[in-house]
């Protein structure tokens, strides 16, 4: 019996350690065979570029040929000083950089662009699409909108907030951030699922869910 396609695609895609300038950044680039997207996934404090939740995200993300790139967005030095994990212009600006470099490779450039942050990494990415136009799509994921304040009103890219029902408060914080995304901006909440999406099945509804976001508003015309 032939394996599904999708499970074909994930087990051709490669992922490639990378470093990134100017900082010399870790990070690792998961190309899919012929991407027709790729998404730059932003982690939360806490995490970084080796975590088990973004690495399932981006093995979902190639199931639906799209690459992707998760990255430290702090040096060594920077991450033992915990104000910058919460310093979002900071962290925007490294999405930028990475953003930038992503559009000079050559398995990646001219493919549309998306970003995908957790935790305060989705108001870097929200910061992130409103200094860079060639972001043309976010999807936050149990994040912090709230925090990219003064980029909300004014940021009109389609983008897509996916929360768990059980984590009340930042769920109440998504909500007010989709009033002031306006209408390209949509809510989704996974049933059952708490902050870092640990119940059965949770993180999966929540990948797909991104994928297929992604497929809709950088793929399909």
Same mark, same amino acid.
């Given at each position: 019996m032939q394996p599904p396609a999708s499970a074909t695609v994930a087990a051709a895609a490669?992922?490639?350690?990378?470093? +990134?300038?100017?900082?010399? /950044?870790?990070?690792?680039?998961?190309?899919?065979? &012929?991407p027709r997207g790729v998404v730059l996934i932003a982690h939360g404090s806490g995490s970084d570029h080796l975590s088990p939740r973004h690495r399932h995200t981006a093995q979902v993300l190639a199931e639906a040929g799209l690459a992707s790139l998760r990255?430290?967005?702090?040096?060594?030095?920077?991450?033992?000083?915990?104000?910058?994990?919460?310093?979002?212009? +900071?962290?925007?600006?490294? /999405?930028?950089?990475?953003?930038?470099?992503?559009? &000079?490779?050559?398995?990646t450039a001219g493919l549309p662009l998306g970003a995908l942050g957790a935790s305060t990494g989705a108001a870097a990415a929200l910061l992130a699409a409103h200094q860079d136009g060639a972001i043309r799509a976010v999807v936050s994921r149990g994040g912090r909108p709230d925090l990219a304040d003064g980029a909300l009103d004014s940021?009109?890219?389609?983008? +897509?907030?996916?929360?768990?029902?059980?984590?009340?408060?930042?769920l109440q914080l998504n909500e007010q951030a989709r009033q002031a995304l306006g209408e390209s901006c949509e809510l989704l909440v996974i049933p059952g699922a708490t902050h870092l999406f640990d119940e059965?099945?949770?993180?999966?509804a929540a990948s797909k869910a991104a994928a297929g976001w992604f497929q809709k508003q950088l793929v399909q015309p």
């Amino acid at each position: 019996m032939q394996p599904p396609a999708s499970a074909t695609v994930a087990a051709a895609a490669t992922e490639q350690p990378v470093t +990134l300038p100017p900082h010399g /950044l870790p990070g690792l680039l998961v190309l899919p065979p &012929q991407p027709r997207g790729v998404v730059l996934i932003a982690h939360g404090s806490g995490s970084d570029h080796l975590s088990p939740r973004h690495r399932h995200t981006a093995q979902v993300l190639a199931e639906a040929g799209l690459a992707s790139l998760r990255a430290d967005m702090l040096t060594l030095q920077e991450s033992l000083d915990r104000r910058n994990t919460f310093d979002i212009p +900071l962290l925007a600006t490294r /999405l930028v950089e990475a953003a930038r470099w992503l559009q &000079q490779q050559p398995g990646t450039a001219g493919l549309p662009l998306g970003a995908l942050g957790a935790s305060t990494g989705a108001a870097a990415a929200l910061l992130a699409a409103h200094q860079d136009g060639a972001i043309r799509a976010v999807v936050s994921r149990g994040g912090r909108p709230d925090l990219a304040d003064g980029a909300l009103d004014s940021l009109r890219i389609p983008v +897509l907030l996916i929360v768990g029902e059980l984590d009340t408060e930042v769920l109440q914080l998504n909500e007010q951030a989709r009033q002031a995304l306006g209408e390209s901006c949509e809510l989704l909440v996974i049933p059952g699922a708490t902050h870092l999406f640990d119940e059965p099945g949770t993180l999966e509804a929540a990948s797909k869910a991104a994928a297929g976001w992604f497929q809709k508003q950088l793929v399909q015309p």
